[in-house]
């Protein structure tokens, strides 16, 4: 059994808490909260999916199972880290603040259709995709790319879109012109938005 200390936690969202490994400071453990574990048996079962279809984790944290913790069973996966090391922060931080978004803008606004055509090419299903569940990898000053980390799947009850390279591709745009709309609306004036801005 893995113990996790409290101190170790750098997130938490609506069904679980991450924290960083107590022995690879390189994976984070996902723990599900008020044992609502229904999420994480989704997410597993679509990274296994991942796994076997080969998709190059350019952009999606690399999944190794699940192991059991003091709090609870949690899931590893790899921490996104940025170049000096310290963990990446959410899409959401570098937008509601301006100084990052000045700092960061042309690294940000790059890494917009980097991120489309990833889950394109490669036909993978989000959720809702949303930029609290995005993070920004800094690789260097300039330049980064978005990762997302939460919300990855088909809730389908019959999930055709996982095999169906038309019905994905639709889900996946779908998906991406929500998000577009949603980032928009929050932040009209962002110039980090200026790729997806309609002109």
Not at 55 to 69: A, H, K, Q
Not at 138 to 154: A, F, P, Q, T, Y
Not at 175 to 186: D, I, N, Y
């Amino acid at each position: 059994m893995i113990t996790i200390d409290s101190a170790s936690l750098v997130g938490k969202g609506l069904h679980r808490e991450c924290y960083t490994h107590p022995d690879d400071v390189n994976l984070c453990i996902k723990v599900a909260i008020n044992e609502n574990v229904k999420e994480t048996k989704r997410e597993k079962k679509y990274y296994e999916f991942l796994k076997n279809k080969q998709i190059p984790w350019d952009m999606l944290p690399r999944f190794y199972g699940n192991i059991e913790t003091n709090i609870g069973q949690g899931a590893v996966f790899d921490m996104i880290r940025d170049h000096d090391g310290s963990v990446a922060k959410t899409l959401e931080y570098y937008l509601v603040s301006d100084v990052e978004t000045e700092k960061n803008c042309g690294g940000l606004s790059e890494s917009f259709p980097l991120l489309k055509n990833y889950l394109l090419d490669h036909e993978i299903i989000t959720m809702t995709i949303k930029p609290k569940n995005i993070l920004y990898q800094r690789l260097s000053d300039e330049h980064g790319k978005l990762v997302i980390v939460d919300n990855i799947g088909n809730s389908d009850f019959f999930p055709i879109a996982n095999y169906s390279k038309c019905f994905g591709r639709k889900k996946i745009l779908r998906k991406w012109r929500r998000f577009e709309a949603a980032l928009l609306s929050s932040y009209p004036d962002s110039k980090v938005l200026a790729p997806i801005r309609p002109h």
